[in-house]
C-alpha cells in the first residue's frame, strides 16, 4: 500500500516509468499519448528534453540553492531579465516562486503593499470572477471561484467578491455580437467597484484565457481592453493569472498579448518550467515596483525556494528552446490543426456544444443537445468516464466537470506539448473520437 495521501484514495494509480516527447510508459509497459502536457498544461518540451536535463546539471555543479536574502545568482538574475524583454506593457520587475499558486499569492500580496505603501491602506477589497481558479494555498482560494473545490475550506477564506465570468458561449444574448458581449460582461466589474465604493476596492484578478475551471474560454472581443479601462478609471491594480495560459500556451509568449491589453501585475507558472523544475514567476509594473521602492524598500514577502538556482536554470533553457526552435510557430500551427480536426469530426455530433481556446489550449464542451446547451447531471460523471475511457485508449487528457456553475457542465482539455506533431495531433483526434464514442454508447 503506498504511503503516499494520494489525490486519488479509492484506487490504484499507475506507475509512470519513463516519457520522450508526448509519450510516455507506465511501469508494466502501457504507452500513452499525453494530449495534456503533464496533465496540467506544464511540459509544454514535451517530455526528456536533453538540453534542460544537462542545463540543470550545470547549475547543480556550480551551486545548488542560497536562500535570497543573502545572495542572488547570475541564472536567476539572466531570466528575470530574459522574462522583462518578454514581457508587454510596462512589466519590469520579477518575484520567482515555486509554481502557480505561489505566483498569485505573491500577486495579491504586492497588490496590496502597494495600496500600503501609497497610503492608502483602505483599499482592501478583492474582485474576482466566478468560475476561476487560481490556486490552492487558502490566499488563492479565497479569490478562486471553483466552488468545490472551495467549499471545504470556506471558514478560513477570507471575503472575495465575485462577478460572472465572460463565457460567450452561455451568457451572450440572441442576436449580439462578441464585442457587444464583451462590452456587457465587463461592465458588470463597474458596477461591483461602484458598489463596493472605489476608494475601497485594491484589485481585479483574472485569467485572460479561463483554463480549468470553463475549459479554455478566452475573454470575448473588447472585454480585456474594457476591464482594463475600468481598472484605470478607479485606480484598481488589474491582476492576470497566467499560470495555465500563458508562457507559449495560446501562440503568444503572454496570453494577454493576443488581446493588447496588458495588467499591472501578472503571475505565470505551469510551461515557465516545462515541468523539470518547480517554478513559477510574478511580474510587476513599474508603478508598483517604484512605490515599494520609494516607500519601504523592502518586499514584505517571500519563500524559502524562491529563486532557486537549479529551477532558474531550466525556465531559462526553455525560455531558449522555444524562440531558438520557433516553438510558438508550431503551437499556433498545431492549435489551428487541432481546433480544426475537432470542429470536423464533431460538427454535427449531438453531444458536443462547442469547441473553443487558443493555440495548444483547446477546450470542448459536452451537452445533452446542442440547441438547448443542456447539461448532463453531475451524476452521469461524464468527465470522469471520459477520462477513463480515453486511458484505456492510450490517450491521456484533462476532463473536468462542473462547468457552468461548480455542478452542472462537463469539458475536456486539450494541452498538448508545443513540440507536438502533425500526425501526432490526428492520433489525438482519433483516439478521443473513439473515446467519446464509447462512454455516450453506455449513457
Known amino acids: 500500500m503506498s504511503k503516499i495521501l494520494h489525490r486519488t484514495l479509492n484506487s490504484t494509480l499507475p506507475v509512470l516509468s519513463s516519457g520522450r516527447g508526448v509519450w510516455v510508459t507506465d511501469?508494466?509497459?502501457?504507452?500513452?499519448?499525453?494530449?495534456?502536457?503533464?496533465?496540467?498544461?506544464?511540459?509544454?518540451?514535451?517530455?526528456?528534453?536533453?538540453?534542460?536535463?544537462?542545463?540543470?546539471?550545470?547549475?547543480?555543479?556550480?551551486?545548488?540553492?542560497?536562500?535570497?536574502?543573502?545572495?542572488?545568482?547570475d541564472v536567476a538574475e539572466e531570466l528575470a531579465a530574459s522574462l522583462v524583454a518578454e514581457a508587454p506593457g510596462d512589466l519590469s520587475q520579477v518575484v520567482f516562486s515555486c509554481g502557480g499558486s505561489e505566483a498569485v499569492e505573491a500577486a495579491l500580496k504586492l497588490a496590496r503593499q502597494?495600496?500600503?505603501?501609497?497610503?492608502?491602506?483602505?483599499?482592501?477589497?478583492?474582485?474576482?470572477?466566478?468560475?476561476?481558479?487560481?490556486?490552492?494555498?487558502?490566499?488563492?482560494?479565497?479569490?478562486?471561484?471553483?466552488i468545490p473545490r472551495r467549499?471545504?475550506?470556506?471558514?478560513?477564506?477570507?471575503?472575495?467578491?465575485?462577478?460572472?465570468?465572460?463565457?460567450?458561449?452561455?451568457?451572450?444574448?440572441?442576436?449580439?455580437?462578441?464585442?457587444?458581449?464583451?462590452?456587457?460582461?465587463a461592465a458588470e466589474l463597474e458596477g461591483k467597484i461602484l458598489e463596493l465604493g472605489p476608494e475601497r476596492v485594491a484589485m481585479f484578478i483574472c485569467e485572460p484565457v479561463v483554463?480549468?475551471?470553463?475549459g479554455c474560454v478566452p475573454a470575448a472581443k473588447g472585454y480585456l481592453k474594457e476591464v482594463r479601462r475600468i481598472c484605470d478609471a478607479y485606480g484598481v491594480v488589474l491582476i492576470f493569472d497566467e499560470v495555465m495560459c500563458g508562457a507559449g500556451r495560446?501562440?503568444?509568449?503572454?496570453?494577454?498579448?493576443?488581446?493588447?491589453?496588458?495588467?499591472?501585475?501578472?503571475?505565470?507558472?505551469?510551461?515557465?518550467?516545462?515541468?523539470?523544475?518547480?517554478?513559477?514567476?510574478?511580474?510587476?509594473?513599474?508603478?508598483?515596483?517604484?512605490?515599494?521602492?520609494?516607500?519601504?524598500?523592502?518586499?514584505?514577502?517571500?519563500?524559502?525556494?524562491?529563486?532557486?538556482?537549479?529551477?532558474?536554470?531550466?525556465?531559462?533553457?526553455?525560455?531558449?528552446?522555444?524562440?531558438?526552435?520557433?516553438?510558438?510557430?508550431?503551437?499556433r500551427a498545431r492549435g489551428h490543426q487541432l481546433r480544426s480536426e475537432l470542429?470536423?469530426?464533431?460538427?454535427?455530433?449531438?453531444?458536443?456544444?462547442?469547441?473553443?481556446?487558443?493555440?495548444?489550449?483547446?477546450g470542448l464542451e459536452l451537452v445533452t443537445d446542442r440547441k438547448t446547451k443542456k447539461c448532463f447531471s453531475p451524476t452521469l460523471k461524464v468527465n470522469g468516464s471520459l477520462k477513463k475511457r480515453a486511458f484505456a485508449n492510450g490517450l491521456l487528457i484533462y476532463p473536468n466537470g462542473g462547468t457552468v456553475d461548480g455542478s452542472q457542465g462537463d469539458h475536456v482539455v486539450f494541452s498538448p506539448a508545443y513540440t507536438v506533431s502533425e500526425e501526432e495531433i490526428s492520433q489525438i483526434v482519433k483516439r478521443f473520437s473513439r473515446s467519446l464514442d464509447q462512454v455516450f454508447h453506455y449513457i
Not at 282 to 297: F, N, R
Not at 304 to 314: K, R, W
Open 151 to 185: 467549499e471545504t475550506y470556506s471558514p478560513l477564506l477570507f471575503s472575495a467578491h465575485f462577478i460572472t465570468p465572460c463565457y460567450q458561449y452561455r451568457l451572450a444574448e440572441d442576436g449580439e455580437t462578441e464585442e457587444e458581449y464583451g462590452i456587457r460582461a
Open 250 to 331: 495560446t501562440g503568444t509568449y503572454f496570453s494577454c498579448e493576443y488581446d493588447g491589453v496588458f495588467p499591472d501585475i501578472m503571475a505565470i507558472a505551469k510551461g515557465l518550467g516545462g515541468g523539470f523544475q518547480a517554478i513559477g514567476a510574478t511580474l510587476v509594473s513599474e508603478k508598483i515596483a517604484d512605490a515599494i521602492q520609494s516607500g519601504t524598500g523592502l518586499l514584505k514577502h517571500g519563500f524559502t525556494y524562491m529563486g532557486h538556482n537549479a529551477s532558474c536554470a531550466a525556465a531559462l533553457e526553455v525560455l531558449r528552446i522555444i524562440h531558438q526552435d520557433d516553438l510558438l510557430s508550431n503551437v
Open 27 to 73: 511501469n508494466k509497459g502501457n504507452s500513452y499519448l499525453d494530449a495534456s502536457a503533464g496533465g496540467v498544461a506544464v511540459t509544454c518540451l514535451g517530455h526528456g528534453n536533453d538540453r534542460v536535463i544537462a542545463a540543470i546539471a550545470r547549475q547543480l555543479n556550480e551551486v545548488s540553492y542560497f536562500h535570497t536574502s543573502f545572495f542572488t545568482s
Open 114 to 146: 502597494y495600496w500600503v505603501e501609497k497610503g492608502e491602506p483602505g483599499r482592501t477589497e478583492v474582485i474576482s470572477r466566478h468560475q476561476s481558479y487560481h490556486g490552492g494555498t487558502l490566499g488563492t482560494l479565497a479569490v478562486g471561484g471553483n
Open 343 to 362: 470542429e470536423r469530426n464533431f460538427a454535427d455530433h449531438p453531444h458536443v456544444g462547442d469547441i473553443r481556446g487558443r493555440g495548444l489550449f483547446v
Open 211 to 214: 483554463g480549468a475551471t470553463l
